[in-house]
């Protein structure tokens, strides 16, 4: 069983930088199309971003295009999330999936696609 194991949250003041990072703890994460999600207190979950298995197809939501990159280096087994230019309503807890299939666009925004969940890491931007 593949279990995405994320880290690199904190605490950063507005219009700072943080990389989030996302592990495979059991397989290779190369087989898998992975997404960044986010929760807020009293929010509900929130895509954020997508990338395929090779890493040639990324989706963004609209409000963190521009600011934030996915990627993946299948060798080292991970995929990141680099967050720059960050604001106060990017605090939330991020959470990393896999999905063991190839999705569309449509699917890749809907945390129903994916079947494996980390316990997400705490980004905290103070204003």
């Known amino acids: 069983q593949v279990q995405p194991v994320e880290s690199g949250g904190g605490l950063v003041q507005t219009g700072g930088s943080l990389r989030l990072s996302c592990a495979a703890s059991?397989?290779?994460?190369?087989?898998?199309?992975v997404g960044w999600f986010r929760q807020a207190p009293g929010k509900e979950r929130e895509f954020v971003a997508a990338?395929?298995?090779?890493?040639?197809?990324?989706y963004y939501a609209d409000s963190v295009k521009g600011r934030f990159t996915i990627s993946r280096d299948n060798a080292k087994n991970s995929v990141y999330l680099e967050m720059n230019s960050l604001k106060p309503e990017d605090t939330a807890v991020y959470f990393c999936?896999?999905?063991?299939?190839?999705?569309?666009?449509?699917?890749?925004?809907?945390?129903?696609?994916?079947?494996?969940w980390g316990q997400g890491t705490q980004v905290t931007v103070s204003s």
């Open positions: 059991g397989r290779t994460i190369s087989v898998y199309e």
């Open positions: 999936a896999f999905a063991p299939f190839e999705m569309t666009s449509t699917q890749a925004i809907h945390y129903g696609a994916y079947s494996y």
């Open positions: 990338i395929n298995w090779s890493g040639g197809v990324t």
